[in-house]
Protein backbone atom coordinates (compact mmCIF):
# COMPACT_ATOMS: atom_id res chain seq x y z
CA UNK A 1 0.00 0.00 0.00
CA UNK A 2 1.41 3.97 -0.67
CA UNK A 3 2.40 5.62 2.37
CA UNK A 4 0.03 8.36 0.63
CA UNK A 5 -3.23 7.66 -1.08
CA UNK A 6 -5.28 9.95 -3.36
CA UNK A 7 -8.49 9.31 -4.02
CA UNK A 8 -10.13 9.43 -6.56
CA UNK A 9 -7.10 9.86 -8.92
CA UNK A 10 -9.18 10.96 -11.79
CA UNK A 11 -12.39 13.02 -11.57
CA UNK A 12 -14.27 15.12 -14.15
CA UNK A 13 -17.26 17.00 -12.68
CA UNK A 14 -19.49 20.27 -13.83
CA UNK A 15 -19.30 23.68 -13.24
CA UNK A 16 -20.89 24.78 -9.84
CA UNK A 17 -20.97 21.42 -8.28
CA UNK A 18 -19.31 20.74 -4.66
CA UNK A 19 -16.24 18.26 -5.39
CA UNK A 20 -14.11 16.79 -2.02
CA UNK A 21 -10.91 14.95 -2.70
CA UNK A 22 -9.30 12.75 -0.25
CA UNK A 23 -5.84 11.94 0.97
CA UNK A 24 -5.25 9.57 3.89
CA UNK A 25 -1.60 8.77 5.10
CA UNK A 26 0.20 5.79 6.91
CA UNK A 27 3.45 7.56 7.93
CA UNK A 28 2.32 9.01 10.78
CA UNK A 29 3.14 12.21 10.05
CA UNK A 30 2.07 15.49 11.93
CA UNK A 31 1.59 17.82 8.47
CA UNK A 32 -0.08 17.62 5.81
CA UNK A 33 -0.76 19.60 2.54
CA UNK A 34 -2.62 20.15 -0.28
CA UNK A 35 -0.37 21.57 -3.90
CA UNK A 36 -1.92 22.32 -7.20
CA UNK A 37 -0.10 21.80 -10.27
CA UNK A 38 -0.70 23.29 -13.82
CA UNK A 39 1.59 23.55 -16.85
CA UNK A 40 4.89 25.82 -15.95
CA UNK A 41 3.92 26.42 -12.79
CA UNK A 42 4.68 23.92 -10.38
CA UNK A 43 3.66 23.01 -7.33
CA UNK A 44 1.16 25.65 -6.20
CA UNK A 45 0.27 25.17 -1.78
CA UNK A 46 -3.50 25.68 -1.68
CA UNK A 47 -3.77 24.57 2.17
CA UNK A 48 -1.79 23.13 5.06
CA UNK A 49 -2.32 21.58 8.56
CA UNK A 50 0.73 21.19 11.51
CA UNK A 51 -1.98 19.20 12.99
CA UNK A 52 -5.42 18.41 13.15
CA UNK A 53 -6.17 21.17 15.31
CA UNK A 54 -4.01 23.82 12.74
CA UNK A 55 -5.36 24.45 9.18
CA UNK A 56 -3.87 27.46 7.39
CA UNK A 57 -4.68 29.09 3.96
CA UNK A 58 -1.60 28.54 1.07
CA UNK A 59 -1.28 30.76 -1.85
CA UNK A 60 -3.75 30.13 -3.43
CA UNK A 61 -6.72 28.64 -1.09
CA UNK A 62 -9.41 31.41 -2.81
CA UNK A 63 -12.00 28.78 -3.91
CA UNK A 64 -11.04 25.86 -1.83
CA UNK A 65 -11.74 24.55 1.81
CA UNK A 66 -10.19 21.76 3.31
CA UNK A 67 -10.48 19.46 6.63
CA UNK A 68 -8.70 17.42 8.64
CA UNK A 69 -10.76 14.52 9.99
CA UNK A 70 -7.75 12.66 11.72
CA UNK A 71 -3.82 12.74 11.83
CA UNK A 72 -3.97 10.83 8.81
CA UNK A 73 -6.65 12.19 6.88
CA UNK A 74 -7.21 15.64 4.94
CA UNK A 75 -9.58 16.43 2.86
CA UNK A 76 -9.64 19.12 -0.01
CA UNK A 77 -12.79 20.64 -1.14
CA UNK A 78 -14.20 22.30 -3.81
CA UNK A 79 -17.50 24.07 -3.09
CA UNK A 80 -18.45 24.73 -6.49
CA UNK A 81 -15.80 23.96 -8.87
CA UNK A 82 -15.44 26.26 -11.85
CA UNK A 83 -13.25 25.65 -15.33
CA UNK A 84 -9.92 27.06 -14.13
CA UNK A 85 -9.63 24.90 -11.31
CA UNK A 86 -8.93 22.03 -13.65
CA UNK A 87 -5.63 20.99 -12.28
CA UNK A 88 -3.61 18.05 -11.10
CA UNK A 89 -3.52 18.09 -7.55
CA UNK A 90 -0.94 16.77 -4.61
CA UNK A 91 -1.41 15.90 -1.50
CA UNK A 92 1.67 15.16 0.72
CA UNK A 93 2.95 14.73 4.42
CA UNK A 94 6.11 15.61 6.59
CA UNK A 95 7.61 15.22 9.27
CA UNK A 96 7.53 18.39 11.27
CA UNK A 97 9.87 17.54 14.32
CA UNK A 98 12.10 15.95 11.56
CA UNK A 99 13.27 18.70 9.14
CA UNK A 100 15.51 16.04 7.26
CA UNK A 101 12.92 13.60 6.52
CA UNK A 102 11.86 14.35 3.17
CA UNK A 103 7.80 14.67 2.67
CA UNK A 104 6.16 11.94 0.70
CA UNK A 105 3.39 12.30 -1.68
CA UNK A 106 0.71 10.89 -3.23
CA UNK A 107 0.33 9.97 -6.89
CA UNK A 108 -2.18 12.71 -7.48
CA UNK A 109 -5.75 13.59 -8.73
CA UNK A 110 -6.09 14.88 -12.20
CA UNK A 111 -9.51 17.16 -11.79
CA UNK A 112 -11.08 18.16 -15.14
CA UNK A 113 -14.09 20.75 -14.46
CA UNK A 114 -16.35 21.29 -17.68
CA UNK B 1 5.41 31.80 -2.04
CA UNK B 2 8.73 30.09 -3.68
CA UNK B 3 11.82 31.36 -1.82
CA UNK B 4 14.74 29.67 -4.13
CA UNK B 5 14.92 30.18 -7.92
CA UNK B 6 16.17 27.18 -10.72
CA UNK B 7 16.64 27.30 -14.11
CA UNK B 8 13.46 27.16 -15.60
CA UNK B 9 14.75 23.98 -17.83
CA UNK B 10 17.75 22.39 -18.54
CA UNK B 11 19.60 19.92 -21.38
CA UNK B 12 21.89 16.73 -20.58
CA UNK B 13 23.49 13.96 -23.01
CA UNK B 14 22.86 10.70 -21.33
CA UNK B 15 25.89 9.19 -19.69
CA UNK B 16 27.07 12.82 -18.91
CA UNK B 17 27.34 14.84 -15.47
CA UNK B 18 24.39 17.18 -14.79
CA UNK B 19 24.55 19.93 -12.61
CA UNK B 20 21.08 22.03 -11.76
CA UNK B 21 21.79 24.45 -9.42
CA UNK B 22 19.47 26.33 -7.09
CA UNK B 23 19.55 29.46 -5.15
CA UNK B 24 18.64 30.17 -1.73
CA UNK B 25 19.40 33.72 -1.44
CA UNK B 26 17.09 34.20 2.10
CA UNK B 27 17.89 30.91 3.65
CA UNK B 28 18.10 30.71 7.82
CA UNK B 29 20.95 28.86 9.16
CA UNK B 30 18.80 26.25 10.27
CA UNK B 31 16.81 25.22 7.68
CA UNK B 32 17.55 22.02 5.41
CA UNK B 33 17.88 22.09 1.69
CA UNK B 34 16.09 19.30 -0.02
CA UNK B 35 15.60 18.38 -3.51
CA UNK B 36 12.76 16.34 -4.95
CA UNK B 37 12.07 15.07 -8.29
CA UNK B 38 8.84 14.73 -10.42
CA UNK B 39 8.90 11.89 -12.95
CA UNK B 40 6.43 12.27 -15.51
CA UNK B 41 2.82 11.07 -14.45
CA UNK B 42 3.79 10.94 -10.90
CA UNK B 43 4.23 12.76 -7.67
CA UNK B 44 7.16 14.33 -6.31
CA UNK B 45 9.35 12.45 -4.79
CA UNK B 46 12.30 13.05 -2.35
CA UNK B 47 16.16 12.80 -3.42
CA UNK B 48 18.15 14.13 -1.17
CA UNK B 49 19.05 16.72 1.53
CA UNK B 50 21.82 18.68 3.46
CA UNK B 51 22.17 21.32 5.63
CA UNK B 52 26.10 22.50 5.44
CA UNK B 53 28.39 19.71 3.89
CA UNK B 54 28.25 17.98 0.76
CA UNK B 55 25.80 14.62 0.10
CA UNK B 56 26.06 12.12 -1.38
CA UNK B 57 23.43 9.02 -1.76
CA UNK B 58 22.53 6.23 -4.21
CA UNK B 59 20.36 9.14 -6.50
CA UNK B 60 22.54 11.92 -6.56
CA UNK B 61 25.01 13.74 -4.69
CA UNK B 62 24.33 17.59 -3.24
CA UNK B 63 27.03 20.46 -2.98
CA UNK B 64 26.40 22.89 -0.77
CA UNK B 65 27.65 26.47 -1.02
CA UNK B 66 29.98 27.30 2.22
CA UNK B 67 27.63 30.58 2.48
CA UNK B 68 24.03 28.14 1.84
CA UNK B 69 23.12 30.40 -0.38
CA UNK B 70 23.58 27.83 -2.98
CA UNK B 71 22.96 24.36 -3.59
CA UNK B 72 23.87 21.96 -6.43
CA UNK B 73 22.19 18.48 -7.38
CA UNK B 74 24.82 16.52 -9.19
CA UNK B 75 23.51 13.56 -11.35
CA UNK B 76 26.88 12.10 -11.81
CA UNK B 77 25.98 10.05 -15.20
CA UNK B 78 22.42 10.97 -16.72
CA UNK B 79 20.03 8.32 -17.64
CA UNK B 80 17.06 8.75 -19.86
CA UNK B 81 15.27 8.08 -16.70
CA UNK B 82 16.38 10.94 -14.84
CA UNK B 83 14.08 12.95 -17.63
CA UNK B 84 12.12 15.15 -14.91
CA UNK B 85 11.56 18.39 -12.99
CA UNK B 86 13.92 18.64 -10.20
CA UNK B 87 12.66 21.14 -7.48
CA UNK B 88 14.81 22.58 -4.74
CA UNK B 89 13.47 23.97 -1.62
CA UNK B 90 13.71 24.92 2.04
CA UNK B 91 12.65 22.88 5.42
CA UNK B 92 12.19 24.28 8.41
CA UNK B 93 10.67 23.28 11.73
CA UNK B 94 8.17 26.03 11.73
CA UNK B 95 7.67 26.94 8.08
CA UNK B 96 5.59 25.40 5.56
CA UNK B 97 6.79 23.27 2.57
CA UNK B 98 6.68 25.58 -0.70
CA UNK B 99 8.09 25.16 -4.00
CA UNK B 100 8.96 26.83 -6.66
CA UNK B 101 8.44 26.25 -10.75
CA UNK B 102 11.28 23.72 -10.41
CA UNK B 103 13.84 22.72 -13.19
CA UNK B 104 12.96 20.64 -16.35
CA UNK B 105 15.67 18.50 -16.96
CA UNK B 106 15.93 17.00 -20.49
CA UNK B 107 17.81 14.22 -21.52
CA UNK B 108 19.22 13.09 -24.84
CA UNK B 109 19.83 9.97 -26.21
Known amino acids: DADVTQTPRNRITKTGKRIMLECSQTKGHDRMYWYRQDPGLGLRLIYYSFDVKDINKGEISDGYSVSRQAQAKFSLSLESAIPNQTALYFC?????????????FGQGTRLTVV | DAKTTQPNSMESNEEEPVHLPCNHS???????IHWYRQLPSQGPEYVIH???SNVNNRMASLAIAEDRKSSTLILHRATLRDAAVYYCTEVGGSEKLVFGKGTKLTVNP
Open chain 1, 92 to 104: ATSDGGQPRVGAF
Open chain 2, 26 to 32: TISGTDY
Open chain 2, 50 to 52: GLT
